[in-house]
């Protein structure tokens, strides 16, 4: 019997346990863990990202800060603003929603966030650690598809992990947490040869390109475990949808568990973020 992973019901459980530990961290320091968000622009699809953010924010009882720039604020501007939360004692944590519009350098953003504060583990310094098996804060996407793994695989090593898509946000860090965990790992992406065959000898396919239904039910070995990172909006019948980069329907009965989109690899990566804001404030506490 296929497994459908819910990332929902599992974020729920990781926001429960955060605002419960934020709980103690509040009596034990006199400090609520605070997370600073900021916007720049109106892009729609980030306008509710971020707002989702802050709700989930505050449903774990840590104290949000939402900074709205409007969309033709200055590179000048912006980099004021993160040395202002980089200094507030206040903020433990900074996230920039990205894609920041073009006129700003996202590289430039990145690198300003002080590393104790980057809940979204961008910086140069906390991807170095990330390679290095140092690491404190991880992406939240990669961490959000680590935590569903380990709750769906009895054994993570020495199984083979197949990674399709090789961004720093998702595709790079993933594959080394999978190393960490000792899986076999493999990244195909936009010029690899075969990506069909390669993927059908994968025991966990992680799809995170960001193309509607690509993985077919051919491209799947039976008994796999797939994550579908995949963000799509498709129109069907008339009407507006997401879906993965995975054919769910097609894929599901061949595979032994699989997440949907949406309610699996999205509501767990602003649990994560949560969850990073209070790793992120427990170190600056000297945890
Ligand atoms: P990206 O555009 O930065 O990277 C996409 C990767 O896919 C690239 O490495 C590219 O080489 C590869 N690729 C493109 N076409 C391909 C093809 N035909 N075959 C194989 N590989 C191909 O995207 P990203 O930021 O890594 O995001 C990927 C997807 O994940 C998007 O749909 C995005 O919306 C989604 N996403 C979801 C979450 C979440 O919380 N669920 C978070 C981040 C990103």
Redesign the pocket.
């Known amino acids: 019997m296929t497994v459908m992973i819910d990332g929902k019901a599992l974020a729920d459980e990781i926001v429960q346990d955060v605002a419960q530990e934020v709980s103690s961290f509040k009596l034990k320091h006199k400090v609520v863990p605070g997370l600073a968000v900021v916007l720049v622009g109106e892009d729609p699809a980030s306008s509710v990202y971020v707002r989702n953010k802050i709700l989930r924010t505050e449903q774990a009882g840590l104290q949000s800060f939402a900074h709205y720039l409007p969309e033709n604020t200055t590179q000048k501007q912006l980099d004021d603003l993160i040395d202002q939360l980089n200094e507030d004692d206040s903020v433990h944590g900074i996230l920039v929603q990205l894609p920041l519009p073009k006129h700003l350098s996202e590289s430039r953003v990145i690198d300003a966030i002080s590393p104790a504060k980057d809940v979204d583990g961008f910086h140069p310094e906390n991807v170095g650690k990330l390679v290095t098996g140092q690491q404190v804060l991880v992406p ?2 990669p961490l ?1 598809c680590m935590i569903m793994l380990k709750r769906h695989v009895d054994e993570l090593s020495g199984k083979h992990a197949v990674v ?8 790079k860090p993933i594959a080394n947490l999978l190393l960490q965990s000792h899986c076999t790992v493999t990244i ?5 040869h075969n ?1 069909e065959s390669i993927c059908r000898s994968a025991d966990i396919l992680i799809a ?4 509607p239904h ?1 993985v077919k039910e051919d491209w799947v070995k039976p008994g796999a475990v797939v994550i579908d ?4 909006q498709i129109t069907s019948d008339g009407k507006r949808k997401l879906v993965g ?1 995975v054919d769910y329907h097609a894929v599901f009965s061949k595979v032994s568990a699989i997440t949907p ?1 949406p309610g ?3 509501p ?3 649990a994560c973020l949560i969850q990073n804001t209070l790793t992120a404030a427990k170190h600056q506490f000297g945890a």
């Open positions: 939240c996407t959000g399709i898509g090789r961004s720093n946000i998702v595709g195909v992406h936009s010029r690899t990506i995170a390109v960001g193309q690509l990172v995949g963000i799509n980069d989109v699996g690899v999205g767990m990566t602003i």
